[in-house]
């Protein structure tokens, strides 16, 4: 029995043992009464009773154990030219009083932050400054849409907005302000105050009496002292796509949340305190939550905010660069960013260009990584490469090579085993477990360990309806693939109609409802098909409604603006055609995994309840025009 076995079978066998170790190496005000509380299953707690706060564990016991001058964050931006080192008191002191300017604001314990930012360190700030005083924090990506960002506010109710004047991307200047300002006309919840970080690069008018400039905000207050919190109090509410346009907010508690991460940074991650570690995501995405912000601070550690991208700032070896100069002991991307660093860079020249001596050990998650993408990176680099699984929903990783308990043989095409804490299975439609290499469902029989959702935002039975039903016992992934003899898990596609676009997470459900609201289309169908650099795209097939009054190279046009007006840039929805109609079942279901396939080539059986099979070669037909299903 190997010593990874050995810990997976303790933390399944005693996790209140297991996780109570673990809790102690995080700082509590108050102990737990309970480590599981399955007082109200199948909704589970970690640490009831327990009180804490997190911004607390981040910052001030480090400063209180002598790390103050150690830098606690790193900020790198190509495309502002500039760097700057926060240590860990620096850091301390601007989160405090930006803590502060938030309770001078109104802001308190329970009350919504929204918080939609560009990767710059005073993100990190409001973060940590709304830990420190309770409030909960959602953070919506800066290549979301106003629209999206309205739902959010309405789910949401946030009593501050927090924002900056703009984000930069390679190729333009994002301006924010005009987004956040009509995201708030378009919600029917308004926020109070709005403080807004004015960037030299495009200064954002101000609204007198709602919006706050964030230097006169800091200006006239005195620094915050941290709240305690209940363990199970909610530290932040993350949106992701579900399986309709409306996002589901993916609640995290302070306690569980702690303990789990910072556990995650020795037994996954292999990385002592005082090791710089690098996520190079984004903030508004979870990988960037959990592994910019929280698991590094957490645990004593350096973490990075990149402000530019894997290609093109200025060239293919800005990871690399990176790397060198901060001394980068550990990194953590998506599989996409290393495609576009292989496209331009494909015998990794610019790599050789770095002393990467500090590096060891490099892991990616976010979308299935292809074996060819691995097999690349691994001999560029020359040290371990660790696919690994994780969703929004459960905040770290549910399998994993975990370097820090023992380093296991890595399988191309997989996450290798679950990890500790996860109780993983294959199951059927039935909720039978299948055998080995076969094919089905993925299922986490609960609980799920700490740090993972409690549930939704003040919507525990959508949560238990889209998650918890369909396998009684079971937390349902979502994702569908296999455990071979050895226990590794692959995870292989989705089961609903997410799709992966470069590492974001996108509904194509949600891409739909947008594509139906054209007052010319009848009907539509979008899923994903296969890019050599993105993982997937979304591509649209849209019925005009008879005697349509634009023509249809019009519509698509439209179409492909109002995506990007209606749900951001980052949906990439940049091919739709007409047809004249979609193919169905006999009881009328689009038959959108067939025309998949038929996009990327691969083979597919006629279903046997399809209405008419003459549809098929039409839609084949239209989309050979946009240059998918070249074979027939
Ligand atoms: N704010 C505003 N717009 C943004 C944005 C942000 N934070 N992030 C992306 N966008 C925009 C881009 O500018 C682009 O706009 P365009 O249509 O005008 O060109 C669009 O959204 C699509 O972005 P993306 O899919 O990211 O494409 P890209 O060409 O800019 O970059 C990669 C491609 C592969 C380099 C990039 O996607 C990447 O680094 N991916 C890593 C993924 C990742 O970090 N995932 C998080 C989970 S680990
Ligand atoms: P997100 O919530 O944005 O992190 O997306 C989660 C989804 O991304 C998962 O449900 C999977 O479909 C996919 N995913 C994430 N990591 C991996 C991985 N290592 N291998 C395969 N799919 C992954």
């Not at 919190?229 to 399986?243: F, H, K, N, Q, R």
């Not at 676009?501 to 609201?517: F, M």
């Not at 951001?568 to 038959?591: C, D, E, H």
């Not at 839609?619 to 074979?631: L, N, P, T």
Request: proline content about 5%; aromatic content about 8%.
């Amino acid at each position: 029995m190997s010593t990874f076995d050995d810990v997976h079978r303790r933390s399944l066998e005693h996790p209140d043992e297991f996780w109570a170790d673990a809790a102690a190496d995080i700082d509590w005000h108050k102990s737990w009464d309970q480590v599981l509380d399955d007082s109200d299953a199948p909704f589970y707690r970690w640490f009831s009773g327990g009180q804490l706060n997190t911004c607390y564990n981040a910052l001030d016991r480090h400063v209180i154990a002598g790390r103050g001058e150690q830098a606690a964050l790193i900020y790198d931006s190509p495309v502002t030219d500039s760097k700057r080192t926060l240590t860990y008191q620096e850091l301390l002191d601007e989160t405090a009083l930006f803590a502060g300017a938030l309770a001078a604001n109104g802001i308190s314990k329970g009350d919504r932050v929204i918080i939609y930012m560009p990767m710059v360190p005073e993100t990190i700030v409001a973060i940590l400054a709304c830990a420190r005083i309770g409030a909960v924090h959602s953070v919506v990506f800066g290549g979301f849409a106003a629209n999206e960002l309205a739902t959010r506010i309405d789910d949401a109710k946030p009593k501050a907005i927090v924002s900056a004047s703009c984000g930069i991307e390679p190729a333009r200047v994002v301006a924010y302000k005009p987004l956040l300002d009509q995201a708030i006309l378009l919600a029917s919840h308004s926020p109070e105050t709005c403080i807004i970080l004015q960037r030299r690069q495009l200064e954002a008018e101000l609204v007198a009496g709602r919006d706050v400039d964030w230097a006169d905000a800091i200006a006239v207050v005195s620094p915050h002292d941290c709240v305690v919190v209940e363990a199970t109090d909610p530290l932040y509410i993350l949106y992701t796509s579900g399986t309709t346009g409306e996002p589901k907010g993916i609640v995290r508690d302070n306690g569980g949340h702690a303990v789990a991460l910072h556990w995650t940074m020795k037994n996954i991650y292999d990385i002592e305190p005082g090791q710089v570690y690098w996520a190079a995501s984004d903030v508004g995405w979870i990988v960037g939550h959990s592994y910019i912000v929280y698991a590094p601070l957490l645990h004593g550690n350096t973490t990075i905010v990149f402000e530019g991208k894997p290609v093109g700032t200025p060239d293919a070896g800005a990871f690399w660069r990176v790397v060198a100069e901060h001394k980068v002991a550990c990194m953590f991307t998506a599989p996409t960013a290393i495609r576009a660093i292989k496209q331009q860079d494909p015998d990794g020249l610019l790599i050789k260009d770095y002393d990467l001596s500090s590096l060891q050990s490099f892991f990616l998650a976010g979308e299935r990584c292809d074996p060819d993408t691995l097999h690349w990176i691994e001999e560029k680099l020359g040290v371990p490469v660790i696919d690994h699984w994780w969703q929004t929903e459960t905040g770290w990783a549910i399998a994993s090579n975990c370097l820090g308990i023992e380093q296991l043989t890595v399988k191309a095409g997989s996450a290798a085993r679950a990890a500790p804490g996860w109780d993983v299975h294959i199951l059927d439609n039935d909720g039978n477990d299948l055998p080995a290499g076969k094919v089905g469902s993925i299922a986490c029989r609960l609980p799920l360990p700490p740090g993972t959702l409690p549930g939704f935002w003040r919507a525990d039975e959508r949560y238990r309806k889209a998650y918890l039903t369909r396998y009684p016992g079971f937390y349902e992934t979502g994702d569908a693939g296999y455990i071979d003899e050895d226990g590794y898990v692959f995870v292989m596609s989705r089961t609903d109609d997410i799709i992966n676009v470069a590492g974001h997470r996108l509904s194509t459900g949600a891409i739909e409802e947008v594509l139906s609201a054209h007052a010319d289309v009848a009907e539509c169908a979008c899923f994903g098909v296969a890019d050599s650099l993105k993982g997937q795209l979304p591509i649209g097939l849209l019925v005009l409604k008879a005697g349509a009054a634009k023509a249809p190279d019009d519509v698509v046009a439209e179409v492909v603006q109002m995506v990007r007006e209606r749900i951001g840039p980052v949906a990439v929805f940049k091919k739709a055609v007409v047809v004249a109609r979609l193919p169905k079942t006999r009881s009328g279901k689009i038959l959108r995994g067939t025309m998949r396939r038929i996009a990327d080539n691969e083979e597919y059986r006629m279903p046997a309840t399809i209405e008419d099979p003459q549809v098929l070669d039409e839609v084949r037909e239209s989309m050979q025009s946009i240059g998918y299903a070249q074979q027939s």
